[in-house]
């Protein structure tokens, strides 16, 4: 009794997480024109075509430089404030611990609209900067935590053991800290790729001509054009999500840190 | 400082805070020698190793090294070696590579480090496990591999915080036997913490015997086993039934006792060990409350009007029942004089 219920709810579960997906998958394999499930024949064309829209290739290069390039600058950030943080008594530190996890308490929408209306228009900024920013910006706080995790697991006995054999404190980090927390950094980055590709609100205030993330594009296509492309596009996305998770699970044991 | 202190300690007072954790600690190491910090848990071992080490800044007082004050510098220039409690070891490198740590950052040439290296490996006999990482071994190796560490870079002192702590017993005699026979091998100087009598006694040429900050007394093993200065001494070394002395009496919770000789004037105490109590003679009686048999011997505790007494007798006499009330006395030529109570 107690067995069968629990298999349902697990039942259920995976329903509802890999339902979606499924549904994605079966509509960009459809032969019909619009977008629909259970697909009306099956091909191919529709995943075709999503590499040739030419706004799909330059918001997708668009994301990804905000998601590689934000995240390589939070983390530039976030490792030595997670560093500090976590082994000295900094006199604001339990303050800046709260700070640097609020944003993930903050809507992104609120985040978006504050750094258009008090960022964009007042210093006329550029977009992409802003929007650089701003992904840089949501992620840090996933790179301190990630990263933070990290260095408490690290005993700081062993930078000390360093230090008496004659490393300088930086020496020390960069000797025996980083190699040592590599994979809490790597999980970080992957964290804040995924966070910053995926990252709609935000991008939806900071977007213009020429300047948008590949979520936006794909919102926007669907407001004028209802084919399957679309879905297309999600599936591969999809799938590159979990291609990158399965190699960081296989090599990292990425779910230690998640 | 005399002229025969390598490593002197004046006035060192360290403070977390308002709370003093070392107070006016005064200590003259001659070169070679080997020192045990002995003291219960809190007493402030550690903090005094890692002021040494350079890990702490002092609030107050000088440390001088081999004719160098070096109160002020930076704990990767001092050249003391320190293995921690917890061995610290590098866990993405080998031991190999453990122990070339810091022979690599002094520029030495591949060929020079290579040689101390396999040498200090195999003074440690892990010769075979060069190639492992620190994971792969047991904690007796890992402390091994923490030694050879530390002892490839000659240091002028070297400081054990706890070495053999995380030891079973059967190890633990062996790795003091290997810390002795290296120190002897080298003539490094050391300073070990523990708060294992045993051990300190067993292994150093001087022990500090140290309580809340403060150094209680030093001495040579025999010197503190024998003549503990105070009651705390005493009672850390295994005089189980320590008394003040008040007007050439005892004093004791059932009020002042006189002995049958003459009790020394200048004591401020007077402590026996459970092995000077004569059982079954004297002037003093007692209920037995327990018994315990220890091998040898069979120790009783009793209650008395002089408070609890502990005593202890061959196991092969016959055995008293609890309850039995039994004659006992303190002979003053059991006893050990204390300079101060308290
Ligand atoms: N980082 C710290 N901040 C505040 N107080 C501390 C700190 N480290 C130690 N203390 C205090 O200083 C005193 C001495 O501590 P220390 O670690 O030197 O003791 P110890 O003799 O090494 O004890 P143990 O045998 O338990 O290791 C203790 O009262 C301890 O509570
Ligand atoms: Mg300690």
């Not at chain 2, 040494?52 to 001092?78: C, E, F, M, Q």
Request: include cysteine; aromatic fraction near 8%; glycine fraction near 8%.
């Amino acid at each position: 009794m107690n067995r069968t219920l629990s298999t349902l709810i697990l039942a259920a579960l995976l329903v509802f997480l890999i339902g979606p997906f499924l549904i994605i998958v079966g509509a960009s394999l459809s032969a019909g024109d619009t977008l629909a499930f259970p697909p009306q024949g099956l091909s191919l064309k529709w995943i075709a075509k999503v590499f040739t829209v030419e706004s799909f290739r330059d918001s997708f290069i668009m994301s990804m430089i905000l998601a590689v390039g934000g995240t390589f600058v939070a983390l530039l950030l976030g490792v030595p404030a997670a560093y500090a943080l976590s082994r000295y008594k900094l006199p604001f530190g339990e303050i800046v611990n709260t700070i640097v996890t609020l944003p993930i308490i903050v809507p992104g929408i609120i985040v978006g609209l504050a750094l258009l209306r008090y960022l964009v228009v007042p210093f006329s900024f550029s977009i992409g900067v802003a929007l650089f920013l701003a992904h840089t910006a949501l992620v840090l706080p996933y790179t301190v935590r990630v990263v933070s995790s990290s260095f408490n697991n690290l005993r700081s006995d062993m930078e000390e053991a360093a230090v008496l054999l004659g490393a300088t404190r930086l020496g020390a980090f960069f000797k025996v800290v980083l190699p040592n927390i590599q994979s809490g950094i790597l999980a970080a980055f992957i964290l804040g790729f995924v966070t910053s590709f995926n990252q709609v609100p935000v991008s939806l205030f900071l977007s213009g001509p020429g300047v948008r993330t590949l979520p936006i594009d794909m919102l926007s296509y669907m407001e004028t054009t209802y084919d399957p492309s679309v879905a297309a596009l999600s599936a591969l996305l999809a799938l590159m999500s979990i291609g990158i998770v399965f190699l960081a699970e296989r090599f990292l044991g990425f779910s230690r840190y998640v | 400082m005399s002229d025969r202190a390598f490593l002197s300690l004046e006035n060192l007072t360290l403070s977390y805070g308002n709370s003093i954790a070392v107070d006016k600690f005064n200590l003259d190491i001659r070169k070679g020698e080997l020192v045990a910090f002995l003291g219960p848990s809190g007493c402030g071992k550690t903090t005094t190793m890692r002021s040494i080490a350079g890990l702490l800044t002092p609030t107050a007082g000088r440390i001088t090294l081999d004719g160098t004050d070096i109160t002020r510098v930076s704990a990767n220039k001092r050249n003391v070696g320190l293995v921690f409690q917890s061995y610290a070891l590098f866990p993405h490198l080998t031991v190999y590579e453990n122990v070339a740590f810091g022979l690599r950052l002094k520029r030495m040439s591949d060929a020079d480090i290579d040689a101390r290296v396999t040498a200090g490996i195999k003074s440690v006999g892990l010769s075979a496990l060069s190639g492992r990482k620190p994971t792969e071994l047991s904690g007796g190796q890992q402390q091994r591999v923490a030694l050879a560490r530390s002892m490839v870079m000659e240091p002028k002192v070297l400081l054990l915080d706890e070495p053999l702590s995380n030891l079973d017993a059967r190890l633990r005699v062996e790795m003091r036997a290997e810390l002795q026979r290296v120190q002897k091998e080298t003539g490094v100087t050391m300073i070990f913490v523990t708060h294992d009598q045993a051990e300190a006694l067993s292994l150093a040429d001087r022990i500090v015997v140290m309580r809340e900050g403060l150094i209680e007394q030093v001495g040579t093993p025999e010197e503190i086993y024998n003549n503990p200065a105070s009651s705390f001494v005493a009672d850390f070394v295994g005089f189980e039934n320590v008394f003040a002395l008040r007007g050439g009496k005892l004093a004791t919770p059932g009020g002042a006792v006189a002995l049958a000789e003459a009790l020394p004037g200048d004591a401020a105490g007077l402590a026996w060990r459970p092995s000077g109590v004569a059982l079954e003679t004297g002037p003093f009686k007692g209920t037995v409350k327990s018994v315990s048999f220890t091998g040898n011997l069979r120790e009783y505790l009793l209650e008395t009007p002089l408070g609890p007494i502990t005593a202890e007798v061959g196991a092969a006499l016959p055995v008293h029942a609890l309850g039995a009330e039994l004659a006992f006395d303190l002979p003053l030529k059991a006893a050990a004089p204390l300079q101060r109570f308290a």
